[in-house]
């Protein structure tokens, strides 16, 4: 029987922008999306998160969703205007009202809550007067807003996710500028991701020093996909490996050896900030599980410089830097996002992550596919997701088989939601929202993923 361990933790996950809505309300402050989605021709329909989900006034009703759907774990983020609006000093205490009731209601529903503390909504404050993950100030600037996380929610919560995918808010927001805060600079992502680490780092810190009796654990949920090398040839083969390590390894290898990749301080040079000893003693080993956001494949291939037109900016980092060319197998499944569906890449990326990392717990803190949801009759036959869902569990079924310690699965998302440039046309869900109505419809993928937790994980039924 393909059967999970019985201790496994099945849970979804949502992001704070993306459902929450409510975005100026009881005090809550702007944030750097509620800024950019103003700007015209940065979002698909020139849609906003303003209502989202309205899940800041239906968070009861979202619970009761999560609890017929079996889980075990939900992760969320959590707003940091919302509950600090100008991101310092300023405490607004009917958020922090939100996200107690939130996880009060979480607890009584028997779902584990696991908080994201950072989910690229930087408050706006922070952003115009202190040049955000820019500037000096902004470590210091998170880790006091961590310390009101955990003095006033710590012992409810024991599991705590610091950053979500520092790749993204470094390379998308300050590199391509198709995501907040809209920069374009082929120096300044090195830079904010240099201060991100840091920022996690200093977190992690006053968490076990100062909330040690809270008995939690807490880490750092990166994203990569997996590089697959084209060819067999030697050169394809560094490509793919200097690909990962531009993606994955360039915030893994700080935090579990002290340092950015060789790859990476060879080719970059003075572009990549380098840490004092204090800080290299400081981030190594900073997080007590290794957190990973998956969701394709790509092949990998040597690159002489030459990059083709449209990809001066490969998925995974500024592809002139690393001298990677990156395809697509024409024949694999594509999701509504052009992501291929390769189950057998995850499976590959949870035992790279093991034999690079020293084969550490591992939490799959996202996996998902976006599909165009047809409701029919109050429903919708979401075959394809149901089938996405079943192969990369099986994949990472493989992966534990084979020894990797991976200890649960963060299906995304729980339900339809706002998904930043692309507005609400792309659909992660496993619950469909008319976002006119805000109905939620049950869908067949969050009914198969109940009964699939129902029965410990048994995916051949």
């Not at 082929?186 to 009796?213: D, Q």
């Not at 992966?399 to 792309?426: Q, T």
Request: hydrophobic fraction near 35%; charge should be negative; charged fraction near 25%.
């Amino acid at each position: 029987m393909n059967t999970f361990p019985k201790d496994f933790i099945w849970g979804t996950a949502t992001s704070a922008y993306q459902i929450e809505g409510a975005a100026s309300k009881d005090g809550k402050g702007p944030s750097i999306w509620d800024a950019f989605v103003t700007i015209p021709g940065k979002i698909k329909n020139a849609e906003s998160g303003n209502v989202a989900c309205d899940h800041y006034h239906r968070f009861k009703e979202d619970v009761q969703l999560m609890k017929k759907m079996g889980v075990n774990a939900y992760r969320f983020s959590i707003s940091w205007s919302r509950i600090m609006p100008t991101g310092k000093d300023e405490i607004n205490e009917k958020g922090i009202e939100f996200y107690s009731n939130l996880i009060d209601t979480l607890l009584v529903a028997g779902i584990e809550p696991w908080v994201t503390l950072y989910h690229w909504d930087l408050p706006l404050t922070l952003q115009l007067e202190e040049d955000g993950w820019l500037g000096k100030t902004i470590s210091d600037r998170f880790a006091d807003y961590a310390n009101l996380c955990f003095e006033r929610f710590g012992g409810r919560v024991t599991k705590w996710i610091t950053l979500n995918e520092p790749w993204v808010a470094a390379m998308l927001g300050h590199g391509q500028g198709v995501f907040a805060p809209g920069r374009t600079s082929n120096t300044e992502p090195y830079l904010a991701a240099h201060h991100m680490i840091l920022a996690h780092a200093k977190a992690v810190k006053l968490y076990r020093e100062k909330y040690g009796f809270q008995n939690g654990k807490i880490g750092i949920a990166n994203n990569c996909d997996w590089r697959e090398p084209l060819t067999k040839s030697k050169q394809d083969q560094e490509a793919a490996v200097r690909a990962l390590e531009f993606f994955l390894g360039w915030f893994a290898d700080p935090v579990y050896k002290g340092d950015y990749p060789k790859s990476m301080r060879e080719r970059l040079g003075k572009r990549l900030p380098k840490f004092t000893e204090q800080e290299h003693q400081l981030i190594k080993g900073s997080s007590d599980f290794f957190g990973l956001n998956h969701y394709t494949t790509m092949y990998a291939s040597h690159d002489d410089g030459v990059t083709s037109e449209g990809n001066v900016y490969g998925n995974g980092g500024i592809s002139e830097d690393q001298d990677v060319s990156l395809s697509l197998d024409p024949n694999w499944e594509y999701t509504t996002m052009n992501w291929a569906v390769v189950p057998w890449g995850c499976q590959k990326m949870l035992e790279w992550i093991a034999e690079r990392y020293g084969n550490p717990d591992i939490y799959i803190t996202e996996n998902g596919c976006s599909y165009s949801d047809e409701v029919i009759n109050g429903a919708v036959n979401d075959y394809k997701r149901v089938a996405f869902f079943k192969g990369y569990l099986t994949a990472c079924k493989k992966a534990i088989d084979n020894g990797v310690k991976l200890r649960g699965y963060f299906a995304w998302s729980f339900m339809d939601n706002f998904e930043w440039a692309s507005g609400y046309e792309k659909r992660f869900g496993m619950h469909y929202v008319n976002f006119k109505t805000l109905e939620r419809i049950p869908k067949s993928s969050a009914e198969w993923y109940a009964e699939t937790i129902a029965n410990n994980g048994v995916l051949d039924n």
